[in-house]
């Protein structure tokens, strides 16, 4: 994006909804800004039609709060709840048919390259279990085999929460959900484990119950898919509707989970990846002194 294609056009101030105006004054568009930041610039997302307490909406808001260069990034999602927000979210975003979203996304970075070969543009795929496990497996995995410049983030309800309530394969086992009345009968799928194995040099998950390490991952995540190779975050945000909790519960929830072990907060870096960001982060850390 041009920086100066979102500025107002003199004589249209008056005219201009006073959202949009607030975005081009104080919003993250060419500044160093991220999660610690938040309360004191113009969000990318504000307003959503997400259920009360939805942990995606809040992972949606951390992970655009976190974007190191939100101008020149793309986002590719696809069917599920996550979608109904991206009309409402101020960057570039494509909706892929469910399942694709990964495929879209190769073709997007392998176009934007060739058009902007001097410029970063950074393409994300973020997508729900459905999207990302069941629906899309092998468009996703195939990314990952040629080691596709993107970053995938997964939105992990363990649900197809959109649709009325459908086990997937992220869902724990034994789940009883609304359209699940057994019960689960295999366990969650080890996206994690399949994403390092599958060529991915960057893997990590987290949830919004640590906002600030949320926003690190997913910086790093997209920093390390500019140049080394394709990375892999999965942000747990369990439904309070499907899985019948209050939504005030769900950061609560969260913890309870993390100290049964049912989820942890994990990260693996290649050794590419890791020499990588340390030369970037010290670069940075140098530049604050």
Known sequence: MIKGLFRISPGFEDVMPAEYKELVTTGPYGREVGVSDLGTFKELIEEHPLCAGCAESLALRLILASLPNPEDTVIVGSTGCSSLAFSQVAVHNIHSLFGNQNAVATGLKRALRLRFPDKVKDVLVIAGDGATVDIGLDMVMQSWFRRELITTIMLDNEVYANTGGQESGMSPQGAVLNMAPLGKKFPKVALPEIAREAGCVYVATISPDLPRRLGKVVRRAILVAREIGPSYVQIFCPCPTNFKFRSAEVLQKIRER????????????????????????????REEQ
């Open 258 to 285: 993390q100290k049964e072990g049912t989820f942890q907060v994990r990260e693996y870096v290649s050794p590419e990846a890791e020499a990588y960001l340390a030369g970037l982060e010290g670069a940075k850390q």
